[in-house]
């Protein structure tokens, strides 16, 4: 089992420097189940493709099953896991952490995605709701944070406020670059190593106004999780079903990790995440922007689409 | 705990909105969010000006609410009332009447009922409890502010009441006084158990006193900002406090959140102004059109 990573050994170049080097999208099957729609590492030149063995998971089975099951983003870290040995195993990849969500339209599952995290600075948390009506961290991994994850464990928002009560309030996506000065982000994390460059927050949820969870992903300066990450304006009425969307304008970059960043490519992601009416992962440098690949994912607010966050690699 | 001691006191969207002379309504404190367990203490800080006295005072039900609501063990509250004590930086005394008077006169209004034997037992019981068995017959103008702070507590807190509200109690003290009257406090409040919103500009003063810390946001529209559960076991002992491994975690936590509100105040107050005139002149557009 161990020998698979050397097999495969993965290849470090700057390219591929990011914290997410494992990507996998999942589709509801029949009686709750989850199916592997797609497995890509990110590899130096590619976003390469796997079939893995296992493409299958039951309700509450697993990483995946859980995801679905609990309708919030799950984060496994501890090995041994055989979540994480599975994907070690089938990429090649050191993932030293696996991160699920779930995504809806409306109430309706359409995916799970599920990414593999390789060592290096960065966080993501999972804010749920308790019994006071304030979000408190329930799930998390934290590298190079120490004293930022201590306070983030005494720290309760109720809606509307920091980022997690943003995406609460409003029931959007919402990024923030330089969280260190910008007034939005209400935690510090100057009294540690990593310092975080971007912070994406993602509403998990069913119905609007009642997000399950939030989940926020942080870059740090000396990786991001992701080569490219954005929040892109749209607008579209939401399809019956799971028939594809209408065609989807985006009419503004919100927030994205590039400066001066210009629509362009990021239509056409658009584009093919309408034609596919869920998540879609494009893997043709011409349709991304020069990057290898893009995960696009929608996000609904009363009925239209009305986000879109990419993350690219 | 039942439903309502875990939702003893609970501030939905409270919002205040003030005219400015220009006749529009700008809203100070906006979308204020809190929920108070029973018998918690819950401390208030955030830059001068941003709000918190017109939290307490709306809390207090001194200062009409523009929108939002409020209520004390499930019941929905509007103006002053008996279940709610109120205690400022200065504590108001009557000059010509005696400490023990000056206790006394809220008491008559709380026992009306009572016989005057145990009037007489509450006023002194209390006054004895912030330490004032020596000084019950003393007049204003013979205490220092201190003292006078301890009398102002004692007739708070004789009232019986559920909700404590604190407005800066110890702003005008030196810090020994301070720190003797934060222990007072804290030894009546963890016997009595009465639920407590205490403002205060004193960040030690707020991890040491508090259950919770309330961060303020920078007004206009100032909203909490976080909430900080506060870990340290009471009663408390000042030493132990101090000597915790992540006390400086804390008075860290707490300092960079108001350093960073005031280094966006002007950019926030900014970004304000031109929402509301943007959303003036989409008014102003729309009576053209009609
Ligand atoms: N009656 C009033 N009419 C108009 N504006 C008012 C009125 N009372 C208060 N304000 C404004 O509301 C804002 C909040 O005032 P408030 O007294 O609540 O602040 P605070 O946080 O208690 O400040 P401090 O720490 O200095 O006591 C201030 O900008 C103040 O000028
Ligand atoms: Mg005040």
């Given at each position: 089992m161990t020998t698979a990573t050397q097999d495969h050994p993965p290849s470090m170049t700057a390219t591929t420097?990011?914290?997410?080097r494992y990507i996998e999208i999942w589709v509801p099957g029949n009686d709750g189940s989850v199916v592997l729609e797609s497995a890509r590492v990110v590899d130096a030149d590619c976003l390469r493709a796997l079939t893995p063995q296992i493409t299958t998971f039951q309700l509450g089975e697993g990483l995946i099953g859980s995801a679905v099951k609990q309708r919030s983003p799950v984060i496994f870290q501890d090995l041994p896991s055989t979540d994480l040995q599975r994907v070690r195993d089938q990429s090649g990849v050191p993932v030293t952490a696996m991160l699920a969500f779930p995504v809806y339209l409306e109430d309706r599952l359409i995916n799970v995605i599920a990414v593999g995290l390789v060592d290096g600075d960065g966080a993501a948390e999972i804010w749920t709701r308790d019994d006071r009506d304030e979000l408190s961290v329930s799930g998390s991994i934290y590298r190079g944070l120490d004293s930022f994850e201590y306070m983030s464990q005494h720290v309760r928002f109720p809606k509307g406020a920091g980022l997690p009560g943003y995406c609460w309030k409003f029931g959007v996506p919402k990024m923030l670059s330089d969280p260190g000065t910008?007034?939005?982000?209400?935690?510090?994390?100057?009294?540690?190593r990593a310092a975080l460059t971007s912070v994406v927050g993602l509403p998990i949820s069913r119905s609007y106004g009642y997000p399950e969870s939030i989940l926020l992903l942080m870059s740090s300066q000396s990786i991001p999780l992701a080569n490219y990450a954005a929040v892109l304006k749209v607008d579209a009425a939401l399809p019956e079903d799971d028939a594809p969307f209408p065609p989807i304008t985006v009419t503004s970059i919100e927030n994205s990790s590039q400066e001066d960043d210009d629509i362009d490519w990021q239509q056409t992601a658009v584009d093919q995440m309408a034609a596919c009416g869920s998540c879609c992962l494009i893997d043709e440098e011409a349709l991304c922007g020069g990057f290898k690949g893009v995960v696009a994912i929608p996000f609904t607010k009363k009925g239209r689409v009305d986000r879109a966050v990419l993350l690219a690699f | 705990m039942n439903r309502h001691d875990s939702r003893y006191v609970e501030i939905a969207n409270l919002t205040k909105a003030y005219p400015n002379p220009f006749g529009h309504d700008i809203e100070v404190v906006k979308d204020f969010n809190m929920i108070l367990r029973k018998g918690e203490i819950v401390s208030v800080i955030g830059h001068s000006g941003c709000g918190k006295s017109t939290v307490l005072t709306m809390v207090a039900g001194l200062n009409p609410i523009s929108s939002g609501s409020l209520a004390v063990q499930g019941r929905e509250v509007s103006g002053p009332g008996p279940d709610r004590a109120v205690v400022f930086q200065s504590p108001c005394l009557l000059p010509w009447m005696s400490t023990y008077d000056n206790v006394m006169l809220g008491v008559k209004q709380c026992y009306p009922h009572g016989s005057k034997q145990q009037r007489k037992e509450i006023c002194e019981y209390y006054l004895n409890l912030v330490g004032l068995a020596d000084s019950m017959k003393r007049f204003p103008r013979e205490m220092s502010g201190g003292m006078q702070q301890r009398v102002g507590i004692a007739r708070a807190i004789a009232l019986k009441p559920q909700v404590l509200l604190l407005d800066e109690p110890f702003g005008r003290l030196d810090s020994l006084t301070r720190m003797d009257l934060q222990d007072v406090i804290l030894d009546i409040l963890d016997r009595e158990r009465i639920t407590t919103m205490v403002i205060t500009h004193d960040v030690d003063e707020a991890i040491y006193m508090s259950d919770r810390i309330c961060m303020m946001t920078n007004?206009?529209?100032?909203?909490?900002?976080q909430i900080l559960d506060v870990p340290f076991q009471r009663p408390r002992l000042r030493q132990d406090v101090l000597d915790d491994p992540h006390y400086y975690d804390f008075r860290f936590a707490l300092i960079s959140f108001l350093e960073k509100q005031e280094r966006a105040k002007d950019s926030h107050v900014a970004e304000v102004k031109q929402r509301l005139n943007a959303a003036d002149s989409a008014t102003d557009q729309q009576v053209t059109r009609v």
């Open positions: 420097n990011c914290l997410i910008n007034p939005n982000f209400i935690r510090s994390f100057d009294r540690d | 007004g206009p529209e100032a909203t909490v900002g």
